[in-house]
C-alpha cells in the first residue's frame, strides 16, 4: 500500500570517495531503469539508464548494477563531488505493459563533505 | 535544444481555485508525462499523453486533468483546489514513452492557501 509519509534514507561521504546508493524495485516486470539526481528547486536529472538485458553500464564517473534475480539496482559514484550532493532517485518502467508511466524510488540523499 | 519548458514557475493560489499549467516538451518528443512531487508522498504519476492522446493516468481525482495539442505541448488543470494539492507538478517529455529516456522540466511550484 501508500505510504503514509516518507523516510528518506541518507548517505554522507567524504569528497573523493566512491558512493553506493541502492535501490529495491517492485515490479518483476520492469524492463527499463532510470537513475535520476535531484537538487533543490530543480526538476530531477537524467543520470544514466539501463535495460533488463543487462547487468551494468557505465557512464562518466557512474556505474549502475541490475540484479533482478533479488530486483534490485545500484548506482555508484567514483570520487564524488561535492557537486553530487543531492536526492538520487531510481524509477522502474514496464515497457511492455504499456504503461507509459515511471514508477519512482523514495530517493536518498547524499552529502558530501570537503 | 531546448530542454523541457514548464510555466510558470511559481503559483499561489487560493482553496476553490482552479489553475492551468502548461509543458513544452523538447522538439520532436512526442510523449508528455506529468508528475506529483511532496514530501510525504514522493513522485506520482499524473497522466501521460502521447499524440493528443491520454494513454494513462494515475490514480489522482477528477479535478486532475490534462490535454495534449498538436505540437505536442501539454498542459494541465487542477479544479477546486485543496490544501493538499500544494506540491511541485513535474512535467517529462520522451520521445516514445516506455523505454526511451525521459527529461524532466524544472518543475511548477504551487502553493494552495
Known amino acids: ?114 | 535544444k531546448a530542454g523541457v519548458t514548464q510555466t510558470p514557475r511559481y503559483l499561489i493560489k487560493t482553496r476553490g481555485q482552479q489553475v492551468t499549467l502548461s509543458c513544452s516538451p523538447i522538439s520532436g518528443h512526442r510523449s508528455v508525462s506529468w508528475y506529483q512531487q511532496t514530501p510525504g508522498q514522493g513522485l506520482q504519476f499524473l497522466f501521460e499523453y502521447f499524440s493528443e492522446t491520454q494513454r494513462n493516468k494515475g490514480n489522482f481525482p477528477g479535478r486532475f486533468s490534462g490535454r495534449q495539442f498538436s505540437n505536442s505541448r501539454s498542459e494541465m488543470n487542477v479544479s477546486t483546489l485543496e490544501l493538499g494539492d500544494s506540491a511541485l507538478y513535474l512535467c517529462a517529455s520522451s520521445f516514445s514513452a516506455g523505454n526511451y529516456g525521459y527529461t524532466f522540466g524544472s518543475g511548477t511550484r504551487l502553493t494552495v492557501v
Open chain 1, 1 to 114: 500500500g501508500e505510504s503514509v509519509g516518507l523516510h528518506l534514507p541518507t548517505l554522507s561521504v567524504q569528497e573523493g570517495d566512491n558512493s553506493i546508493i541502492n535501490c529495491a524495485y517492485s515490479n518483476s516486470a520492469s524492463d527499463y531503469f532510470i537513475w535520476y539526481k535531484q537538487e533543490s528547486g530543480k526538476g530531477p536529472q537524467f543520470i544514466i539508464d539501463i535495460r533488463s538485458n543487462m547487468d551494468k553500464r557505465q557512464g562518466q564517473r557512474v556505474t549502475v548494477l541490475l540484479n533482478k534475480t533479488v530486483k534490485h539496482l545500484s548506482l555508484q559514484i567514483a570520487a564524488t563531488q561535492p557537486g553530487d550532493s543531492a536526492v538520487y532517485f531510481c524509477a522502474e518502467n514496464d515497457s511492455g505493459g504499456s504503461n507509459y508511466k515511471l514508477t519512482f524510488g523514495k530517493g536518498t540523499l547524499l552529502t558530501v563533505n570537503p
